[in-house]
């Protein structure tokens, strides 16, 4: 099994600029969401879905879209990428139910200049 | 509204000792789940340990245990005789009934030879 895959693993993006990172996950998890991390504020969540065409803003959704057509994928989109926006991106999925832990994918380093 | 807080930016522990390293969370949620993950230097996000709300023992894995005090809304990880490899960020976790995990700011963990 490959888990949570990530991609790209760097990017680098001017101001204004927009773009994709993909996520894929192949453990029929119902739950996958998005973190940025940034240094002393550890991982903030930007969107989740807890299934198919089910999504919802975190706690900085603002400059961020997600969709969920199928289980597999939760691509997050950057509409019009910002310095602020600067940051590493992890991806996550589990199951809804149950004690069980979040999968992280390798993260994003993304830098906007 | 959700919340974790980790009130120590840094720890530092010798070698063979054991540390605590501190999480109190904030819910209204009669059932949530507790989670500890390790970000060592490279990045990864490592899953450590869970407790769930209704759990009436302590969880344990290894060298790891976690002091769950429900009333006083607080889920320690405690990490017996420290080794080297244990250096890296902890970061604490919550995820309630089909909701979103958010994790708490995190501590660095260093362990002196």
């Known amino acids: 099994n490959a888990g949570v895959t990530q991609t790209p693993k760097f990017q680098v993006l001017k101001t204004g600029q927009s773009m994709t990172l993909q996520c894929a996950q192949d453990?029929?998890?119902?739950?996958m969401s998005w973190y940025r991390q940034d240094p002393g504020m550890g991982l903030r969540l930007i969107h989740y879905?807890?299934?198919?065409?089910?999504?919802d803003q975190g706690e900085v959704p603002n400059g961020y879209n997600v969709s969920r057509s199928t289980t597999e994928d939760f691509p997050l989109r950057l509409l019009s990428a910002a310095p602020s926006q600067t940051s590493v991106y992890f991806c996550?999925?589990?199951?809804?139910?149950?004690?069980?832990?979040?999968?992280f994918g390798q993260g994003t380093r993304l830098t906007v200049v | 509204a959700q919340k974790i807080t980790q009130t120590q930016p840094g720890m530092f522990v010798q070698e063979k000792e054991a540390v605590t390293l501190d999480c109190t969370y904030d819910t209204s949620d009669p059932s949530y789940g507790l989670f500890w993950y390790k970000q060592p230097s490279s990045g990864e996000m490592i899953f450590l340990i869970y407790?769930?709300?209704?759990?009436?023992q302590n969880a344990t894995e290894g060298r790891y245990s976690l002091n769950f005090q429900k009333a006083r809304k607080s889920a320690n990880l405690v990490i017996s005789a420290s080794q080297l490899g244990d250096s890296a960020m902890y970061f604490c976790?919550?995820?309630?009934?089909?909701?979103?995990?958010?994790f708490g700011p995190g501590t660095s963990l260093s362990v002196i030879p």
């Open positions: 879905s807890v299934g198919a065409g089910i999504t």
């Open positions: 996550a999925s589990s199951y809804v139910r149950g004690g069980t832990e979040a999968f």
């Open positions: 407790q769930g709300s209704y759990d009436q």
């Open positions: 453990m029929n998890h119902e739950y």
């Open positions: 976790a919550m995820k309630t009934s089909y909701d979103k995990v958010i």
